[in-house]
């Protein structure tokens, strides 16, 4: 078998010490592996999503991603790249203001050229179904295109892992439909965070429950 | 200047709005040094002269006009008390300088020359273009972000705050002038403060996660085109004839 892509040992993490979150969480995403990560509010699936990317450190434990312990903020740079993170509210997500420069945003820190970082942004938009919405402006998208913009920002970092943080939150049935559409589409493995079984159901092949700071 | 955009239409309004920014700033500072009367007298007839030709609508020109008048309504009314000269009117005690009045003039007529030109110059230039403009004519970074950060979150923030005060009306809110109104709105305040402080927190996270590293990045490019020739020439023909008027 080979090395998970993703793997959670004996994590414990805490905001604070009356409110612990993590407690001795064990989690593994398998190669090609599509998880949806379930549990009740505040159970951690947040914190779960950011402690991969190294935007929260955790008080005891190991993370490995893509082959390697990651501990210090320099190792997480090449996560963030690999593994692209979906913010649960896409307001945070966008902060430039047209959707062009956003989507660019991420392959220009890569270094790519403004050419090919353009011709990246046609794609990913063209794969959303978004062609044509690169000289919109972002604040004023409605919420289901706030999303799938963000999602092109994420995927125009041509990441290996997706992590999808309550990805339906705030959207219609149609927005919802196309959005699964769109990621049981998609080539990567991915984690998603939800409480929206139906969609799980179609996007993700295994589930992790995560309750009282565990997996199980 | 607008926060939307609108589609624009006139001439004026396809003119790179680099050249306008500039020429608006140089013809501000010509017209607010000045100190003889018909310079502003006469960028303040250009700038009618401009507002009828570009299309923008009376009132919008009179509503933006409208406060900057009402200051200097107040102002024509202190000068001629303090400034000391040759007394035109005596009420009691009260003296009013012919200087005074006009140096309320004077002031008065740079004002509403500059408003003018400014409204018919960068009116149509939404913020974000106008952030973009101010970056290619290579103003500081960290204010160009200030100004697109502004605009893109100011909406957010303001939904936010709508919210919150929807949340109070519909727990029967009534604001009175009473300890409890201040107390509610000290708190709607501090809780503005606190979420704007976590948004921006987790703007910075995501920013991180896309590989930020103290840079952002230009698309729009402006062009300078033929089309902009005749405005530039105008422009500093206006400017020159400001500049002799004053100092030949």
Redesign the interface.
Known sequence: MSEPLIRFHDVDFSYGPDRPVLKGCDFQLPPHGRVALVGPNGCGKTTLL?LI?G?LRPDAGRIEAFGKVRSAEADF?EV??RA??L?Q?A???L????V??DV???P???GKT?GE??RIVDETLDALGLAGYQHR???RLSGGEKRLVALA??LA?QPEVLLLDEPTSGLDDRATDRLAEILAGLPQALIVASHDREFLDRVTTSTVRLEDGKTR | MTLD?HPAASYLARIDPRARVVAVVLLAIAIAAADRFAVPATALAAGLLGTLCSGVSMPTAVRRLLPLNVLMLLMALVLPLTTPGQPVLEIGWLSFSREGFELAALIAVKGNAIVLLLLVLLDSL?A?TL??TLSHLRVPDKLTHLL??T???L??LHREYLRMRAAMKVRAFRPRMNRHTYRTYGHLVGMLLVRSFE?SE??V?????????G??????HFHFSRRDVPFCAVSLLLLLTLVLMEWA
């Not at chain 1, 902060?95 to 047209?98: A, E, I, K, R, V």
Request: hydrophobic residues 40%.
């Open positions: 950011h990317v935007l740079h963030r790249r692209g993170l913010f509210d307001d945070d997500q902060f430039c203001p047209t062009c420069e660019a945003f991420g220009m820190n890569l403004r970082s353009r402006i972002t604040y920002t994420v970092m | 955009h939404d974000t952030g973009h697109l950060f605009v893109r979150y909406d957010v948004r987790r703007i996270a995501a920013m991180k996660c896309r590989g930020f590293h840079r952002f990045y230009l698309f729009e």
